[in-house]
Protein backbone atom coordinates (compact mmCIF):
# COMPACT_ATOMS: atom_id res chain seq x y z
CA UNK A 1 0.00 0.00 0.00
CA UNK A 2 1.31 3.66 -1.13
CA UNK A 3 1.65 5.45 2.12
CA UNK A 4 1.10 9.11 0.30
CA UNK A 5 2.80 12.04 2.84
CA UNK A 6 2.33 15.50 2.28
CA UNK A 7 5.02 17.59 3.12
CA UNK A 8 3.60 21.63 3.84
CA UNK A 9 4.10 24.40 5.80
CA UNK A 10 3.16 27.79 4.05
CA UNK A 11 6.42 29.45 5.23
CA UNK A 12 9.12 29.31 2.95
CA UNK A 13 12.47 28.49 3.92
CA UNK A 14 11.60 26.51 6.85
CA UNK A 15 13.14 23.02 5.52
CA UNK A 16 10.43 21.78 3.29
CA UNK A 17 12.15 20.68 0.11
CA UNK A 18 15.29 19.38 2.50
CA UNK A 19 12.85 17.14 4.52
CA UNK A 20 11.20 15.75 1.28
CA UNK A 21 14.05 15.05 -0.33
CA UNK A 22 15.97 13.49 2.56
CA UNK A 23 13.56 11.85 3.70
CA UNK A 24 12.69 10.33 0.03
CA UNK A 25 16.55 9.17 -0.07
CA UNK A 26 16.38 7.64 3.92
CA UNK A 27 13.32 5.57 3.02
CA UNK A 28 15.09 4.53 -0.35
CA UNK A 29 18.09 3.06 1.60
CA UNK A 30 15.66 0.86 3.58
CA UNK A 31 14.57 -0.63 0.74
CA UNK A 32 11.19 0.77 0.80
CA UNK A 33 10.10 2.47 -3.05
CA UNK A 34 9.65 5.76 -3.08
CA UNK A 35 8.69 8.74 -5.22
CA UNK A 36 8.96 12.21 -4.77
CA UNK A 37 6.27 14.58 -6.11
CA UNK A 38 8.03 18.23 -6.44
CA UNK A 39 4.64 20.63 -6.39
CA UNK A 40 6.41 23.26 -6.34
CA UNK A 41 7.37 25.99 -9.12
CA UNK A 42 10.57 26.81 -8.15
CA UNK A 43 11.47 22.83 -8.57
CA UNK A 44 13.82 22.87 -5.87
CA UNK A 45 13.45 19.63 -5.07
CA UNK A 46 14.03 18.04 -8.73
CA UNK A 47 17.47 19.75 -8.71
CA UNK A 48 17.86 18.29 -5.51
CA UNK A 49 16.93 14.78 -7.07
CA UNK A 50 19.51 15.56 -9.94
CA UNK A 51 16.95 16.07 -12.41
CA UNK A 52 17.89 18.31 -15.43
CA UNK A 53 15.04 21.25 -16.10
CA UNK A 54 15.14 20.70 -19.81
CA UNK A 55 12.91 18.03 -21.50
CA UNK A 56 11.57 16.71 -18.47
CA UNK A 57 7.40 16.27 -18.30
CA UNK A 58 5.59 16.82 -14.98
CA UNK A 59 2.36 16.89 -13.56
CA UNK A 60 1.81 20.34 -16.49
CA UNK A 61 2.05 17.99 -19.44
CA UNK A 62 -0.52 15.31 -17.97
CA UNK A 63 -2.89 17.62 -17.52
CA UNK A 64 -2.92 19.59 -20.41
CA UNK A 65 -1.72 17.09 -22.73
CA UNK A 66 -2.70 13.70 -21.19
CA UNK A 67 0.45 12.25 -20.75
CA UNK A 68 0.53 9.35 -18.96
CA UNK A 69 1.83 9.41 -15.14
CA UNK A 70 4.64 6.72 -16.12
CA UNK A 71 5.84 9.22 -18.79
CA UNK A 72 6.38 11.60 -15.96
CA UNK A 73 8.48 9.75 -13.81
CA UNK A 74 12.61 10.13 -13.65
CA UNK A 75 14.78 8.55 -11.55
CA UNK A 76 16.92 10.67 -8.90
CA UNK A 77 20.62 10.01 -8.60
CA UNK A 78 19.73 8.49 -5.33
CA UNK A 79 17.54 6.01 -6.69
CA UNK A 80 14.23 6.77 -5.31
CA UNK A 81 11.41 7.86 -8.61
CA UNK A 82 10.36 11.64 -8.89
CA UNK A 83 7.56 13.31 -10.50
CA UNK A 84 9.21 16.66 -11.23
CA UNK A 85 7.99 20.28 -10.07
CA UNK A 86 8.95 23.63 -12.57
CA UNK A 87 7.34 27.06 -13.71
CA UNK A 88 4.42 25.23 -15.82
CA UNK A 89 3.01 24.37 -12.36
CA UNK A 90 1.92 27.33 -12.07
CA UNK A 91 -0.11 27.20 -14.79
CA UNK A 92 -1.75 24.03 -13.52
CA UNK A 93 -2.55 25.28 -10.38
CA UNK A 94 -4.75 27.54 -12.06
CA UNK A 95 -6.24 25.11 -14.67
CA UNK A 96 -7.37 23.01 -11.63
CA UNK A 97 -8.93 26.15 -9.91
CA UNK A 98 -10.74 27.00 -12.85
CA UNK A 99 -11.90 23.67 -14.29
CA UNK A 100 -12.93 22.65 -11.07
CA UNK A 101 -10.99 19.84 -11.19
CA UNK A 102 -10.04 19.39 -7.30
CA UNK A 103 -8.45 16.12 -6.41
CA UNK A 104 -6.55 16.22 -9.73
CA UNK A 105 -3.65 14.72 -8.16
CA UNK A 106 -5.33 12.22 -5.72
CA UNK A 107 -7.07 10.44 -8.77
CA UNK A 108 -3.73 9.94 -10.57
CA UNK A 109 -1.69 8.49 -7.77
CA UNK A 110 -4.25 6.29 -7.50
CA UNK A 111 -2.99 4.83 -10.47
CA UNK A 112 0.22 3.89 -8.72
CA UNK A 113 -1.12 2.64 -5.09
CA UNK A 114 1.00 -0.69 -6.16
CA UNK A 115 3.55 0.48 -7.59
CA UNK A 116 5.00 2.65 -4.33
CA UNK A 117 5.63 2.10 -0.46
CA UNK A 118 5.84 5.69 -0.16
CA UNK A 119 4.90 8.32 -2.14
CA UNK A 120 6.53 12.12 -0.46
CA UNK A 121 5.32 15.56 -1.59
CA UNK A 122 7.07 18.53 -1.13
CA UNK A 123 4.53 21.65 -1.50
CA UNK A 124 5.26 25.29 -2.28
CA UNK A 125 5.35 28.33 0.69
CA UNK A 126 1.80 29.07 0.16
CA UNK A 127 -1.68 27.43 0.92
CA UNK A 128 -2.80 27.01 -3.33
CA UNK A 129 -4.47 24.64 -4.87
CA UNK A 130 -1.10 23.17 -5.12
CA UNK A 131 -0.48 22.37 -1.91
CA UNK A 132 -4.31 21.88 -1.33
CA UNK A 133 -4.08 19.25 -3.72
CA UNK A 134 -0.89 17.57 -1.79
CA UNK A 135 -3.19 17.62 1.23
CA UNK A 136 -6.06 15.80 -0.44
CA UNK A 137 -3.93 13.42 -1.96
CA UNK A 138 -2.25 12.71 1.28
CA UNK A 139 -2.71 10.26 4.29
CA UNK A 140 -0.51 12.34 6.14
CA UNK A 141 1.11 15.39 6.50
CA UNK A 142 4.65 15.93 8.07
CA UNK A 143 4.85 20.03 8.99
CA UNK A 144 9.04 20.83 9.03
CA UNK A 145 9.80 24.27 11.47
CA UNK A 146 12.16 25.91 12.94
CA UNK A 147 12.18 26.83 16.45
CA UNK A 148 12.10 30.88 16.37
CA UNK A 149 9.59 33.08 17.14
CA UNK A 150 6.39 33.50 14.62
CA UNK A 151 7.19 30.18 13.53
CA UNK A 152 3.85 28.86 14.60
CA UNK A 153 2.47 31.35 12.45
CA UNK A 154 0.68 29.61 9.94
CA UNK A 155 0.93 26.54 11.09
CA UNK A 156 -2.27 26.05 13.05
CA UNK A 157 -3.71 27.39 10.07
CA UNK A 158 -2.62 24.70 7.88
CA UNK A 159 -3.49 22.11 11.09
CA UNK A 160 -7.32 23.62 10.42
CA UNK A 161 -7.61 23.36 7.38
CA UNK A 162 -6.25 19.52 7.28
CA UNK A 163 -8.79 19.11 10.13
CA UNK A 164 -11.53 20.61 7.81
CA UNK A 165 -10.62 18.75 5.08
CA UNK A 166 -11.01 15.32 7.19
CA UNK A 167 -14.19 15.72 8.95
CA UNK A 168 -15.66 17.05 6.08
CA UNK A 169 -14.65 13.94 4.74
CA UNK A 170 -12.67 15.27 1.38
CA UNK A 171 -9.51 13.59 2.79
CA UNK A 172 -8.10 11.42 5.68
CA UNK A 173 -5.28 13.25 5.72
CA UNK A 174 -4.20 13.93 9.45
CA UNK A 175 -0.71 15.51 10.66
CA UNK A 176 1.75 12.94 11.37
CA UNK A 177 4.18 15.39 13.29
CA UNK A 178 6.19 18.53 13.37
CA UNK A 179 9.29 18.15 12.28
CA UNK A 180 11.81 20.52 14.19
CA UNK A 181 14.90 21.43 11.49
CA UNK A 182 17.42 23.47 11.47
CA UNK A 183 17.52 23.15 15.12
CA UNK A 184 21.08 25.04 16.85
CA UNK A 185 20.71 23.91 20.66
CA UNK A 186 23.41 26.32 21.12
CA UNK A 187 21.01 28.85 20.62
CA UNK A 188 18.94 29.53 23.44
CA UNK A 189 15.98 30.95 21.57
CA UNK A 190 15.75 27.63 19.77
CA UNK A 191 16.04 26.24 22.85
CA UNK A 192 13.08 28.09 24.53
CA UNK A 193 10.95 27.61 21.48
CA UNK A 194 11.92 23.97 21.50
CA UNK A 195 10.79 23.55 24.96
CA UNK A 196 7.54 25.28 24.15
CA UNK A 197 6.21 23.10 21.15
CA UNK A 198 7.12 20.10 23.87
CA UNK A 199 4.76 21.73 26.16
CA UNK A 200 1.50 22.58 23.55
CA UNK A 201 2.23 19.55 20.84
CA UNK A 202 3.92 16.94 22.35
CA UNK A 203 1.48 14.09 20.90
CA UNK A 204 2.24 16.04 17.89
CA UNK A 205 6.23 16.56 17.50
CA UNK A 206 8.91 14.29 15.95
CA UNK A 207 11.36 13.03 18.89
CA UNK A 208 14.02 13.44 16.33
CA UNK A 209 16.08 16.85 15.66
CA UNK A 210 16.97 18.01 12.67
CA UNK A 211 20.47 19.92 13.53
CA UNK A 212 21.49 22.77 11.32
CA UNK A 213 24.71 21.01 8.80
CA UNK A 214 26.17 22.68 6.11
CA UNK A 215 26.39 19.27 4.33
CA UNK A 216 22.76 19.22 4.34
CA UNK A 217 22.71 22.45 2.23
CA UNK A 218 25.77 22.22 -0.20
CA UNK A 219 24.03 18.32 -0.94
CA UNK A 220 21.75 20.40 -3.48
CA UNK A 221 24.36 21.85 -5.93
CA UNK A 222 25.64 18.49 -6.39
CA UNK A 223 22.41 16.91 -7.38
CA UNK A 224 21.91 14.47 -4.59
CA UNK A 225 20.38 13.80 -1.21
CA UNK A 226 22.18 14.53 1.75
CA UNK A 227 22.67 11.15 2.41
CA UNK A 228 23.93 10.43 -0.77
CA UNK A 229 26.35 13.27 -0.43
CA UNK A 230 27.65 12.50 3.10
CA UNK A 231 26.01 9.81 4.62
CA UNK A 232 27.87 10.31 8.25
CA UNK A 233 27.11 13.69 8.35
CA UNK A 234 24.92 14.67 11.45
CA UNK A 235 22.54 15.85 8.92
CA UNK A 236 22.05 12.64 6.97
CA UNK A 237 22.26 10.76 10.70
CA UNK A 238 19.31 13.02 11.76
CA UNK A 239 17.44 12.06 8.37
CA UNK A 240 17.97 8.65 8.66
CA UNK A 241 16.47 8.80 12.17
CA UNK A 242 13.69 10.71 11.32
CA UNK A 243 12.21 8.04 8.27
CA UNK A 244 12.95 5.17 11.65
CA UNK A 245 10.46 7.66 13.78
CA UNK A 246 8.32 7.90 10.62
CA UNK A 247 8.41 4.49 9.34
CA UNK A 248 7.51 3.37 13.59
CA UNK A 249 4.76 5.71 13.38
CA UNK A 250 3.04 4.87 9.92
CA UNK A 251 3.64 0.81 9.70
CA UNK A 252 3.85 -0.32 13.02
CA UNK A 253 0.32 0.72 14.19
N1 LIG B 1 19.21 21.23 8.51
C1 LIG B 1 19.72 22.17 7.70
N2 LIG B 1 20.98 22.63 7.89
C2 LIG B 1 21.49 23.58 7.09
N3 LIG B 1 20.84 24.16 6.07
C3 LIG B 1 19.57 23.74 5.82
C4 LIG B 1 18.96 22.73 6.61
N4 LIG B 1 17.70 22.54 6.14
C5 LIG B 1 17.55 23.38 5.10
N5 LIG B 1 18.65 24.12 4.91
C6 LIG B 1 18.87 25.16 3.89
O1 LIG B 1 17.94 26.20 4.17
C7 LIG B 1 17.38 26.71 2.97
C8 LIG B 1 15.85 26.51 2.99
O2 LIG B 1 15.56 25.12 3.06
P1 LIG B 1 14.48 24.45 2.12
O3 LIG B 1 14.47 23.00 2.42
O4 LIG B 1 14.66 24.85 0.70
O5 LIG B 1 13.14 25.12 2.71
P2 LIG B 1 11.68 25.27 2.04
O6 LIG B 1 11.50 24.17 1.06
O7 LIG B 1 10.75 25.17 3.21
O8 LIG B 1 11.62 26.62 1.41
C9 LIG B 1 18.05 25.96 1.84
O9 LIG B 1 19.12 26.72 1.37
C10 LIG B 1 18.55 24.69 2.51
O10 LIG B 1 19.69 24.15 1.87
MG1 LIG C 1 10.93 24.24 -0.96
Redo the contacts with the bound molecule.
Sequence with gaps: MNKILAIA?Q??????????VNLAASLSATKRKVLLVDL?PQG?ASTAAGIQANEIKNLFNLFFDKTPINECIYKSSDGYDVIPGGQELIALEVAIRENNKQSFLTKELEGLSNTYDYTII?TP?TLNQLTIEALFAASGTLI?LQCEYYSLEGVTGLMETIKTLSDKNLSSNRVLGIVR???DMRNNLAKEVSDELEKHFSNLLFNTL?????K??EA?SHGVSGIKYMPNSY?AK?YLALAGELIRKVEYV
Design positions: NKGGVGKTTTADNDPPTMVIPRNVLAPGA
